[in-house]
């Protein structure tokens, strides 16, 4: 069985030379993926005083988004394997982008908040996580932690941006056209650059030139079977860990403007704090593309793990100053997105690449729920106690779990020892 680290890899110069526009583009795909998250917390007042609604109630349009995500992770996941992202990706960011755009319809029932929420879940479901890792991945092999970090860095760039961006715009015009403006205006940026440029190693490209490279490069997407995946431990370590960490930290994001408005921080203090989350984040997707690619992926993750506790401490204990908030922030940051270069990076280690949409549509499931779940677990304490305080000591002890388990897949085989008779994928 050949594998993916032969002779005829490329090297990371020719990698980047070939393909250095695709990583760039696939940000932009993941940005849109998170706009709908990363924007709502600005939200919140407002539609809560405009329709009388409690937050639980507000949060739960993001559990529909995220959960229909989630359960429909591993079929999007397969169709990619069979037809390639860029066909799934580009309708998707269409579809998308002119959801968030009817969220400024909202008439004020519930039932017409969550069926506009219900078309934005059958959009989203188009363009997660696996749609623009798949097509990097097959790209990328000497550079791929790199590539990855550079792709999800679109969900930091969304999380600095968004943020300011939907506070100036309810300020200034309502939360209405808020949402129209961000919708369209985010789509005519983003939807004509992906249509015409957007394409995976899995998809069929005109130039024959590039053709021939490309098949090639499907030659080489080697891996473990459906079946063989599922019997592997590292597939349920990697869901749990991502389900929880995506349940604390996406449920913190959504909820971190009024949780520091909650501690006397100002609504534009607040936001500028938000706003640092994204910033740091880019530097930590960027470092930990840099130190996977050297380093072992699990060290790297376990401990990326472990940075939230610090801003959990800093929000439990502090004195709720703008610097410790920004600290706070900037930790989360670090943190923030990460995550999901790591799992990305070994979903392709331990599965390979052969059945890779399905494979870590298992754990982009898992991510979904955590985001449907997260933000209206949050929502629910405030409802409850009046303050967000459960819900951090939550956030603090899940994501001391989730580290355990990234720690532990040392012991797990990777694709490459099982493919080659070294080793075999079990659970026990």
């Not at 940000?27 to 405009?50: C, D, H, N, R, W």
């Not at 909820?255 to 704090?273: V, W």
């Not at 610097?323 to 392709?348: K, P, R």
């Amino acid at each position: 069985m050949t594998s993916t680290h032969s002779s005829t890899t490329p090297t990371l110069a020719l990698e980047w030379r070939h393909f250095w526009y695709l990583p760039l583009l696939a940000a932009l795909g993941y940005a849109t993926s998170t706009l709908y998250v990363y924007s709502f917390g600005p939200f919140i007042a407002p539609i809560e005083a405009e329709f009388g609604w409690s937050r639980a109630q507000i949060s739960l349009a993001v559990t529909i988004t995220s959960g229909f995500a989630g359960l429909t992770s591993i079929p999007v996941g397969i169709l990619i394997d069979r037809i390639g992202p860029r066909k799934v990706g580009v309708i998707g960011i269409g579809a998308v982008c002119c959801a968030i755009a009817l969220l400024g319809t909202a008439t004020g029932t519930e039932l017409n908040w969550y069926g506009l929420w219900s078309l934005m879940a059958l959009s989203t479901m188009l363009i997660q996580a696996m749609v623009w890792t798949g097509a990097v991945n097959s790209r990328f092999v000497a550079s791929r932690g790199l590539a990855l970090a550079v792709t999800l860095s679109g969900a930091a760039f969304a999380a600095a941006l968004f943020p300011l961006i939907a506070t100036w715009l309810i300020e200034n015009y309502g939360w209405r056209k808020a949402y129209h403006f961000m919708g369209l205006g985010w789509g005519a940026l983003v939807f004509p650059l992906l249509a015409l440029f957007f394409r995976g190693a899995q998809d069929k490209q005109r130039d024959p030139e590039q053709a021939a490279r490309d098949e090639q490069a499907k030659q080489a997407l080697v891996g473990l079977t459906l079946q063989q995946g599922l019997r592997s431990p590292a597939l349920y370590q990697l869901v749990l860990a991502c389900g929880f960490f995506s349940f604390t930290m996406i449920g913190m994001v959504v909820h971190f403007i009024p949780i520091l408005t909650g501690g006397g921080a100002t609504k534009l203090a607040a936001a500028g704090a938000a706003g640092l989350i994204g910033i740091f984040s880019a530097i930590g997707r960027l470092g930990c593309g840099f130190l996977i690619d050297r380093l072992p992926a699990y060290n790297v993750g376990g401990i990326i793990f472990l940075l939230p506790l610090i801003s959990c401490s800093i929000l439990l204990f502090g004195d709720g100053s703008d610097l410790q908030n920004s600290i706070a922030a900037m930790t989360f940051g670090l943190t923030l997105g990460a995550e999901v270069d790591v799992v990305a990076y070994l979903a392709a280690r331990y599965f390979g690449m052969k059945n890779f949409g399905a494979l870590y549509g298992a754990m982009t499931s898992a991510l979904c729920l955590g985001t449907a779940f997260g933000p209206l677990a949050a929502g629910a304490f405030y409802d409850t106690t009046g303050n967000y305080t459960g819900f951090i000591w939550t956030v603090a002890i899940l994501c001391a779990i989730s580290s355990l388990l990234v720690f532990a897949l040392r012991s797990t085989p990777t694709a490459e020892q099982y493919l080659a008779g070294q080793a075999a994928p079990s659970l026990t």
